[in-house]
């Protein structure tokens, strides 16, 4: 079992930068495929970055390359979504996802293990 918790989100100006950090409890957290995906009211979650077991592959969508960078820390079991550059329409409810014992996958619905979601606010 793995249970992720998201403090943090919250309402920032566009262009500027929020980090959300996602804390997992378990012990097989270091075997887990980590993901953030966000979801807008009336809209299809969708993935915004992943990153594999090891760190050495990472994905993320077109249109947060270059501002937005997941990274993890598997002694602190964190994985963090540091974003910059902020613009209004990354407006929405982020949420963390485990897949523990797989590859990294861009379905969401091959994670198992969700966070409750924290939302993130880009005012223009």
């Known amino acids: 079992q793995v249970q992720l918790v998201e403090p943090g989100g919250g309402l920032v100006q566009a262009g500027g930068s929020l980090r959300l950090s996602c804390a997992a409890s378990g012990s097989t957290f270091s075997t887990a495929v980590m993901a953030w995906f966000r979801q807008v009211a009336g809209k299809e979650r969708e993935l915004v970055a992943a990153m594999s077991r090891s760190g050495g592959r990472r994905y993320a969508i077109d249109s947060v390359k270059g501002r937005f960078t997941i990274s993890r820390d598997d002694a602190k079991n964190t994985v963090d979504l540091q974003m910059t550059s902020l613009k209004p329409e990354d407006t929405a409810v982020y949420y963390c996802?485990?897949?523990?014992?797989?590859?990294?996958?861009?379905?969401?619905?091959?994670?198992?293990?969700w966070g409750q979601g924290t939302q993130v606010t880009v005012s223009s």
């Open positions: 996802a485990a897949r523990p014992f797989a590859s990294l996958s861009l379905d969401q619905s091959a994670y198992s293990y």
